[in-house]
């Protein structure tokens, strides 16, 4: 139990010296995960909604690999990633490895079927609520995609919340792919493995607080976000 | 004035869903002005023919065509469900949506969505979600809907069912107002009362197919078949 309360105090402490490594993690922490988010919703978003209004031969396969790809294992993503953008990669003369950039490409692979999958199942239901009279109105595949985007954004905001839940908890990848090198790749999350590894629980634990705390705290903007309809007005 | 839409021609349209047989072979044809009631029973096709009609479904057999292409066609057109769809967004967003698809001006949406608004009596609701209004008030709100781009064909799946007489009151005037103003409706119901206030001619389809057509008049005083006989007078028809 002294372990917690050394945490919780370690925590209270950092937070209110806001103590400069800390804010700099944090704050690396909500770029990286953040940025991979506004990517992976730039793609999942289009994509989620696309496979519900569109019929084409090998739909079910692809919904059904897209669902299969949420369970991602991130080592692995962080592997392939590590692979690809090491010096003798494809990628290897873009020099990225080790840097935040790299970071973001992970989580985006890792995120992006799982906002994808949520899209598609939101927007399915959405679809079938307004596919008559959208064919009606003769609107294109395009004008589609755009009204359920819009008119879903209450369903989507959720998706794009458990993307950056995701996100923003991963370790294996972003700590393969960044390297975790101080004021340069270190986040909360690869900050947390390092204190616990040298035995820090105390630190580790005020840490982890700190990145509970910030989980929360864009789950809280996401859902006064979401609120798009307020005292009967839209 | 006769829309170049019209006419519109079905020939030899059947529709089939797998093993059953659901409309046709139809053969008929929509011109001139004024409105035209699909009557018949439940399952007898009427929505069916409407959809292909409109070109919502398509027939497994026969052709459609109109008096324009196709695309331009059903453009000119709209159609309102029997159970009224409605975005989820508000009344006003509702009304502008067709304009925005068309990419009409700012200024002019915002103004004829608020027309349109004040004409179904939902003016001091423009920010209202429109998925909170009532049963009438929703079914209001998709004929705006669909008669704010003056389509010159109009569909209307059964639009006063479950509604009240108040209501009806209602859809029935912007119908007639519709048709005043040179929009050519072909409209689904099985209400006979509201068939002979509003019809110009009529058609009845019994089993999936078209049973018997006439002018408004005497299609209601002087039927020829005794199932349409039997129809008018509320009697069972199987």
Known sequence: ?234 | MVSPVLPLKVRGVSVRRGARHLLGPIDLTIEGTGLTMVLGPNGSGKTTLLKVMHGLERPSEGKISYGLARAEAERRQAYVFQTPIVLRRSVQQNLAYPLELIGRPRDEIRRRAGEWAERIGLGGALSSPATRLSGGEKQKLALARALIRKPELLFLDEPCANLDGRSTRAIEEMLLEARAAGTRIVMATHDIAQARRLATDAILLINGAVHETGEAPGFFDAPVTSETKSFLKGDIIL
Request: glycine content about 8%; overall charge positive.
């Open chain 1, 1 to 234: 139990m002294s372990d917690i309360f050394d945490g919780l105090a370690a925590a209270f402490w950092l937070l209110v010296t806001l103590e400069p490594n800390l804010v700099e993690i944090s704050l690396r922490s909500l770029q990286v995960s953040l940025t991979a988010l506004a990517v992976a919703c730039a793609i999942a978003l289009p994509l989620g909604t696309w496979l519900a209004v569109q019929r084409f031969r090998y739909r079910r396969v692809t919904i059904a690999t897209l669902n299969a790809l949420m369970g991602l294992p991130p080592v692995v993503v962080g592997l392939i990633v590590y692979i690809l953008f090491s010096r003798s990669g494809p990628f290897g003369v873009l020099g990225l490895l080790f840097t935040p950039t790299a970071m973001i490409i992970a989580q985006v692979v890792i995120i992006t079927p799982l906002i994808a999958s949520i899209t598609h199942q939101a927007m399915r239901d959405l679809w079938a609520e307004y596919h008559d009279l959208l064919i009606s109105l003769k609107t294109t595949k395009v004008q589609r995609v755009r009204t359920l985007i819009w008119d879903g954004r209450r369903t989507l905001l959720t998706a794009a919340l458990a993307g950056f839940g995701r996100a923003i908890g991963e370790v294996g990848a972003i700590m393969i792919v960044g390297g975790n090198i101080d004021h340069a790749t270190r986040v909360l999350t690869t900050a947390i493995a390092l204190e616990t590894g040298k035995g820090d629980f105390a630190l580790a634990l005020g840490l982890g607080f700190v990145l509970i705390a910030l989980a929360l705290m864009v789950s809280l903007i996401t859902h006064w976000l979401s609120q798009t309809e307020r005292e009967g007005r839209w």
